[in-house]
C-alpha cells in the first residue's frame, strides 16, 4: 500500500563444517572418473574404487586382499609389474601406457610409491585413442623400433611352444658395448644399429623360426631345428651377421659384435621363465669371449649364476665390512733399486666365496653400475693412507690407480675424484691414472675432456698392458698419455723369441721418440732386467723385485725401514 514501509528480514545462523556432510577420501575416491587402487608392498589389492571394478569387471568383495598377479597371471613379467616393482624399488612415480589382452583393453596407468609403504595405482581406459584393431595389434605384438615380433609376443609364442610339447631352441643375443657406440656418436647410431640387425635377423623368419627383439641391445630367435639341423653352425650364420661393419647416417662405419646364448627345449628346461633364462645365463658366459661368440647352457652356469648374484650384493653393500681390501705392487729403478712408483690393485676376500679374483668383480660392478661406488671407496682408503703417510714418512712417490672404461667417460666421477683429491689435499704429482687394454672405448669428447682436466691438475695418465692391441698406438695419438707399460707378455719372452725382442726394442723407443715414461710389467728373471736395462727401460714391477703387498706389508717394508735407517 502507498506509504506503508518496506523491509527485508535476513536471518543469520552460524553454520559448521560439523554440521554438512563430512568429506571424506572415499568420497573423493569412489566419485573419480578413473580406475584407482592400493597395493601393498607385496603387490597385494588393498582397495579398489567403483571405476576400477567397472575396468576390472569385478567386484571387490571378491579380489580385495588378493595378490595382482593371482587376479591377473598374464601381467606377470609385463610392462604393469616393471614399472610396479621400480615404483616399489626406487621409490619414484613412473607412467606408461600398455595393452593388457584379457581384458582387450589399453591402460594409461600412474603408480606412485606411498611415504608408508605400498602403491596408489591411477589408471583408465585409453583403447579408444587407437584408430583400429590393427594399430592396435601392432601396438601390442611388435616392437616399434625394428618391426619385429615384441617381448610379450615372444613369451607367447614359447608359452604356445611349450605347451605343443614342440622341441626348439633360444638364441638369446645381445649386442656388445652398444652404450659406448651411443657414446661416442649418438642415441641415433644405436637406433640405426639395432634396425639393421633386426633386417639381417628377418632373413632367417620362417614357420620354423621366430625372430623378436626383447629389450634394449637384445634379440631372441626360437628355432624349431628340422632333421639333421646343426644349433652350432645355426648360430655361426647369426655370427656372420656382425663379420660386416655398419654404415651410420654420419657416413662413419662401426664394427660391432654380439654374444649369443643358446638354451633348448625339453633337454635344458621345461618352463618358459627357466628356458629364457638359462639362455641368458649362456649369452653372459659367450660375453667373457672377445669378439661375437656363441655358448650353450650347461647346468654348471647356475651356480655361477648364484655367485654372481651373491656378488651383485656383496657390492651393493658396504665394502668395508665385506672384505674389500687393496695390496700394493712397487715399482723399482733396476739402476739404483730405489722405489719410484706403487700401483693399487683391488682385492676382495668375500665372507661367503672367498678371494674373489678383481677381473671378476669389476665386472659385474660395471654390469651393475656400482663401479662408481666401488672406486669412490678403493680411493677415500688410498687417499686416506697416503696422507697419513705423507705426515708421518714425507711419502711422495707416485701412486697409480686403475680406472675401467665408464668410469673414464663419466664427468661427475671426475668431479667427485677431484673434489676429493682437495678434500685429503692430494698433490697431483703423486696420482697416476692407469687406462686398461679393457677400455678400448671410446676416443669419445667426454673422455678425452676429462683426461685433458687430470693432465691440466698434473696427474700422470698411463696405458697399462701397452702393445696387446692395435688401438693401443692410437691412444698415443688421442688422449694425453705420460707414461707407457710395457706388457708383461713381450717381457717374458725375452731370450726365447727374438721377434719379440725386436717389438719390445721398437716399444721401448717408441715411448722414449714421444718422451713418454716408460714401466715395464712381469719383470721376474734377471735376464729380463738386464736386457731390459741394456735397451734403455730402467723402470720395472714384477716378481724379481717385489709382489703385490698389503698396505701393513708395504708399509713395514718400504717405509718403517727407511724411517729406522733416516734416525740413525
Not at 672377445?290 to 651393493?316: C, D, N, T, W
Not at 663401479?371 to 697409480?400: C, D, P, Q, Y
Request: with cysteine; charged share 25%.
Amino acid at each position: 500500500m502507498p506509504g506503508t514501509p518496506k523491509g527485508v528480514l535476513v536471518f543469520h545462523k552460524p553454520v559448521t563444517l560439523h554440521s554438512t556432510q563430512p568429506i571424506t577420501a572415499e568420497i573423493v575416491l569412489e566419485s573419480m572418473t578413473e580406475g584407482f587402487c592400493l597395493l601393498d608392498d607385496a603387490l597385494q589389492l588393498i582397495y579398489i574404487n567403483e571405476k576400477a571394478e567397472e575396468l576390472f569387471r569385478t567386484e571387490r568383495r571378491s579380489v580385495v586382499g588378493r595378490g595382482l598377479f593371482e587376479l591377473f597371471p598374464e601381467a606377470m613379467d609385463s610392462l604393469f609389474h616393471h614399472h610396479y616393482e621400480r615404483a616399489l624399488r626406487e621409490q619414484v612415480t613412473t607412467e606408461f601406457v600398455d595393452y593388457y589382452e584379457p581384458l582387450d583393453t589399453w591402460f594409461q596407468v600412474k603408480a606412485s610409491p606411498m611415504k608408508k609403504g605400498g602403491l596408489a595405482i591411477f589408471f583408465q581406459d585409453v583403447s579408444e585413442r587407437q584408430k583400429t584393431e590393427a594399430q592396435l595389434t601392432e601396438a601390442a605384438y611388435y616392437d616399434y623400433l625394428t618391426g619385429l615380433s615384441n617381448r610379450r609376443s615372444i613369451l607367447q609364442t614359447t608359452r604356445s611352444m611349450i605347451e605343443r610339447k614342440e622341441k626348439f631352441s633360444v638364441f638369446h643375443i645381445s649386442i656388445d658395448n652398444l652404450n659406448f657406440i651411443n657414446a661416442l656418436h649418438n642415441q641415433h647410431a644405436g637406433e640405426t644399429i639395432m634396425k639393421k640387425i633386426a633386417q639381417e635377423l628377418k632373413s632367417f623368419s620362417s614357420d620354423s623360426c621366430h625372430v623378436g627383439r626383447m629389450d634394449g641391445n637384445e634379440f631372441i630367435v626360437l628355432l624349431k631345428p628340422r632333421t639333421g639341423e646343426n644349433l652350432a653352425e645355426f648360430a655361426e650364420q647369426i655370427e656372420g651377421i656382425f663379420y660386416t661393419s655398419i654404415s651410420l647416417e654420419n657416413e662413419k662405419k662401426v664394427t660391432i659384435s654380439a654374444s649369443i646364448g643358446i638354451a633348448c627345449y625339453p633337454f635344458d628346461a621345461e618352463s618358459t621363465d627357466e628356458l629364457l633364462s638359462f639362455a641368458e645365463m649362456a649369452m653372459s658366459e659367450a660375453k667373457n669371449v672377445h669378439g661375437s661368440s656363441y655358448a650353450f647352457f650347461r647346468p654348471v652356469m647356475k651356480i655361477q649364476r648364484a655367485r654372481k648374484s651373491i656378488i651383485e650384493e656383496g657390492l651393493a653393500g658396504e665394502l668395508k665390512t665385506t672384505g674389500f681390501y687393496y695390496t700394493m705392487q712397487p715399482q723399482i729403478d733396476g739402476r739404483s733399486n730405489e722405489l719410484v712408483g706403487v700401483e693399487v690393485l683391488s682385492r676382495w676376500n668375500h665372507p661367503e666365496l672367498g678371494e674373489i679374483s678383481p677381473p671378476e668383480f669389476i665386472q659385474v660392478a660395471e654390469e651393475t653400475g656400482t663401479i662408481v661406488s666401488l672406486t669412490l671407496h678403493l680411493l677415500t682408503e688410498v687417499f686416506t693412507k697416503i696422507k697419513e703417510w705423507e705426515n708421518h714418512f714425507e711419502w711422495n712417490v707416485r701412486t697409480a690407480i686403475n680406472m675401467t672404461a665408464s668410469l673414464l667417460s663419466n664427468s661427475d666421477f671426475f668431479d667427485q675424484f677431484f673434489y676429493m683429491m682437495d678434500r685429503y689435499k692430494i698433490n697431483p704429482d703423486l696420482i697416476e691414472i692407469e687406462i686398461t687394454e679393457q677400455a678400448e672405448l671410446t676416443y669419445s669428447p667426454k673422455t678425452l675432456e676429462n683426461l685433458l682436466l687430470c693432465k691440466a691438475k698434473g696427474i700422470s695418465i698411463a696405458i697399462d698392458d701397452f702393445g696387446t692391441g692395435f688401438s693401443m698406438i692410437s691412444y698415443l695419438t688421442h688422449f694425453p698419455i705420460t707414461k707407457i707399460k710395457i706388457d708383461r707378455s713381450f717381457v717374458q719372452k725375452i731370450g726365447q723369441d727374438t721377434k719379440s725382442e725386436a717389438v719390445l726394442k721398437s716399444l721401448i723407443h717408441l715411448a722414449r721418440s714421444i718422451e713418454c715414461e716408460l714401466v715395464a710389467e712381469g719383470v721376474e728373471r734377471n735376464e729380463e732386467a738386464a736386457f731390459l736395462r741394456a735397451n734403455d727401460c730402467d723402470v720395472y714391477q714384477g716378481y724379481l723385485y717385489d709382489k703385490p703387498l698389503k698396505v701393513i706389508e708395504f708399509e713395514q717394508k718400504y717405509l718403517l725401514v727407511e724411517d729406522k735407517s733416516s734416525k740413525k
